[in-house]
């Protein structure tokens, strides 16, 4: 896995391998959402990742993983783990 995408768990609450890393959605205008690198389990909010009764499985549409980059002006930057 590339360390430049936006991890902010290292290890996903469904699987308890993949890390949980920030997603862009096929969207207009893009649409960040949580994704699990290994089961892909996902989450609309950063906030909900806890709580594994709001993941959801094909929701969103997957276009990349984001990198940190992409975060820059976002409120999840300051979530990420590998900054």
Same mark, same amino acid.
């Given at each position: 896995?590339?360390?430049?995408?936006?991890?902010?768990?290292?290890?996903?609450?469904?699987?308890?391998?993949?890390?949980?890393?920030? !997603?862009?959605?096929?969207?207009?205008?893009?649409?960040?959402?949580?994704?699990? #690198? /290994?089961?892909? +389990?996902?989450?609309?909010?950063?906030?909900?990742?806890?709580?594994?009764?709001? !993941?959801?499985?094909?929701?969103?549409?997957?276009?990349?993983?984001?990198?940190? #980059? /992409?975060?820059? +002006?976002?409120?999840?930057?300051?979530?990420?783990?590998?900054?």
């Amino acid at each position: 896995m590339n360390k430049n995408y936006a991890v902010v768990r290292e290890t996903c609450p469904i699987c308890g391998q993949g890390q949980l890393l920030i !997603a862009i959605a096929e969207s207009i205008p893009k649409d960040f959402f949580i994704l699990c #690198e /290994d089961c892909e +389990s996902e989450w609309s909010s950063i906030e909900d990742v806890d709580d594994i009764e709001m !993941a959801t499985r094909d929701t969103h549409k997957f276009l990349r993983y984001a990198n940190i #980059e /992409d975060l820059a +002006s976002h409120l999840w930057q300051k979530l990420i783990l590998n900054k």
